[in-house]
């Protein structure tokens, strides 16, 4: 079983570039997450998409994008990368929380912008 | 701000001794889980509480949820080396899908 599968695992940017990092679920969960771990903050939650259509703020929002493609497919995108982005980005999707499940988390990307 | 906050951030003990970590939060919440991270992996996940739940056991971990207080403990006990990792709570705000995780607590056992 696959999971949560993120790509790329990792990625070195130049200030001002554009990337979207991927993320894809096989468990057919309705909630999608993404989050950026740096050092000494835990986990800060960037957007997240409660059902298939729609997205929602996290904690730290701005520079980011995301598209809930389809249930499986959740992207995350940044559009001019900044030196402050580098961090290791984790998806995560869980089937409803509301319905007290647990969340997946997929096994990290490290982006690095220089 | 983030809904969670680990204390201690960071705790070093010897094999085959207790582990307690405490996690306080905010607003009312529909649940509260604790998950686990080995350095440089994703997060797996330990145990889920809910708030009309007092306390849970899974193997070695047993965990209080005070909602009063807002605040929960997880008790790692007999602890091994293997369980040298970061440790997180986080939670769902009720009536929300939204999944805040606390800044962590850095376990170590020393053989």
């Known amino acids: 079983n696959a999971g949560v599968t993120q790509t790329p695992k990792f990625q070195v940017l130049k200030t001002g570039q554009s990337m979207t990092l991927q993320c894809a679920q096989d468990?057919?969960?309705?909630?999608m997450y993404w989050y950026r771990q740096d050092p000494g903050m835990g986990l800060r939650l960037i957007y997240y998409?409660?059902?298939?259509?729609?997205?929602d703020k996290g904690e730290v929002p701005n520079g980011y994008n995301v598209s809930r493609l389809n249930k499986r497919e959740f992207s995350l995108r940044l559009e001019s990368a900044a030196p402050s982005q580098t961090s290791v980005y984790f998806c995560?999707?869980?089937?409803?929380?509301?319905?007290?499940?647990?969340?997946?988390f997929g096994q990290g990307t490290r982006l690095t912008v220089v | 701000s983030q809904q969670g906050e680990e204390d201690p951030q960071a705790l070093s003990i010897q094999e085959g001794e207790n582990a307690t970590m405490n996690c306080s939060y905010k607003?009312?919440?529909?649940?509260l889980q604790w998950y686990r991270q080995n350095s440089g992996r994703g997060l797996v996940h330990l145990i889920l509480?809910?708030?009309?739940?007092r306390e849970k056991h899974s193997g070695r971990l047993r965990v209080t949820l005070d909602t009063s207080k807002k605040s929960s403990s997880l008790l790692i006990t007999a602890s091994r080396a293997a369980d040298t990792a970061s440790y997180f709570c986080?939670?769902?705000?009720?009536?929300?899908?939204?999944?805040?995780f606390g800044k962590g607590t850095k376990l170590t056992v020393n053989p």
């Open positions: 995560a999707s869980s089937e409803a929380l509301l319905h007290g499940t647990e969340a997946f």
């Open positions: 468990m057919n969960h309705n909630s």
């Open positions: 998409s409660a059902s298939e259509g729609t997205t």
């Open positions: 607003t009312s919440i529909n649940n």
């Open positions: 509480i809910r708030s009309n739940e």
């Open positions: 986080a939670t769902d705000a009720r009536g929300s899908e939204k999944l805040v």
